[in-house]
């Protein structure tokens, strides 16, 4: 048996041999193909395995999912054979006499770009299929395995580190837990694998080798504990957390349909954070009662080209009917410092964190904001959308965002499109600077919701993606506690709500002191809505104190 120890940065146990990320590390390049022949051939066989490779899956999909599923990967086969796409490939090989990958991958951004710019919404739809068939034929040129693993069964997905927009990829399916070298419990992956409800451990180092790739191993994310084919003692020990977390969730099961309000009858409101559409089937089987941060960005990150106003309008509008009503709070975008976009061309800055990010990259790019409002106001009409701000710092951006609504609003009003005009307007509170002006800040919007995670990072100084400042990273600390209590009797006294949706909302710790505080709402990754509720329902709102504010 061999045992390492990293972070557990999401809960839970897991079991199943190691499978190491293949990272495509195929950049394509324009030198010139050397059989022109030789390159039809390729994308020939390419094409042929893609279409193979589609109607094998609309086969499961119409099994496992029904028609409307089926349908849709049968729609990217024909895409895959379709004769004006086949012939962009073509003229590309021959007019640049270049490889099969270059002649896809350009057939692919020309293909796309072309219909992105049709009028007709639902062709500008495909765009966006155009760019997953050619993902999937360039990925079968490359010999990459589909959402980058290529096993029958499930694996512990090991990596040095995964970026955001690698682990958005993963097929999820193949996933039962996730162990890497590097990363940080507030890293968007960690994030993510919460959201998802997968165990994660990260910060394994060295010890993490990849010669171990095959074996079987079991992980504890909560304790942070690597076994690699445990003795007999060790395996009944996590066999038995197993056994324990199963009947815990047994037990979460009685919460469901429960109402989030404490013994002396104090409402909290339990929202979900998501990354991406499909979360919401997790937010919905762990009855969350709202979505309390959408991360817009995720659309961004999946993405090889800027999505269009249709995608996203599409993305946001299932998200809000799925929801049936209850508000569903969408972040506008928010790249920068980990979540780094290629085809943003961003400038490499030196601190990242302290940067061009956020909000300050939709007010220097009008047109990429302007995008999205226009996709979010036309979402509002379908469910309760509210729209919220990251990273604000002062009274000037909000209201440069509200202008900006306003002109969308106006254009929607002319086109005779319908939107909601009393659509919630809300804004991160993520900086200290933000803190500080909340009493002005709350006049101007309908909600804050505290970004713990940047607040953190930002208050005490401390880089959220370093996973060596070990007690330095304190969320608990006082001076980030009395930030959010500032900023909560802010809120309150313009009447507006407030609620945490950083990782700390999840923190059972610390729900009595956000009790005192007077938060309203606590947004956590679907699968920490049930044990919150069944702690919130144990507590007593009116005996709870302030004492972790002080020193
Ligand atoms: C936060 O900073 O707490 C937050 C919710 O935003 P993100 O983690 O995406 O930066
Ligand atoms: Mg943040």
Redesign the pocket.
Known sequence: MIVIQGKGVSKGVANGPIYFFQRPSATITDAPAADLEVEKQRIAAAQEKSAAQLNALADKARAEAGDETAILFETHAMFVEDDDYVECMMTALEERHCTAEKAVQLAGEEFSAMLAAMDDPYMQARAADIKDVTRRILNNLTGIAEGGIDSEVPVILAADDLAPSETLQLDKSKILGFITQGGSG?S?TA?LARTMGIPAICGLGEALKAEYGGRQVYIDGETGQVAIEPDEITLASFQSKQEEQQKMKELMETMKGQKDVTLDGREMMVYC?IGSPEDISAVLSNDGQGIG?F?SEFLYLASSDYPTEEEQFQAYKNVAAAMGGKRVVIRTL?IGADKQVDYFQMHKEENPALGVRAIRICLNRPEVFRTQLRALYRASAYGKVAIMF?MITSVWEVKECKRACQKVMAELDKEGVPYRQDTEIGI?I?TPASVLVAEELAKEVDFFSV?????TQYTLACDRQANDLGKFFDPHHPAVLRALKMATDAAHKAGIWIGI???LGADLELLETFLAIGIDELSVSPTSVLPLRAEIRKSIAKTCTLEKLEC
């Open positions: 507030n968007h994030i954070n941060l991360r928010d990251p991160m993520e970004g713990t995670n940047d607040l949706c950083g990782e």
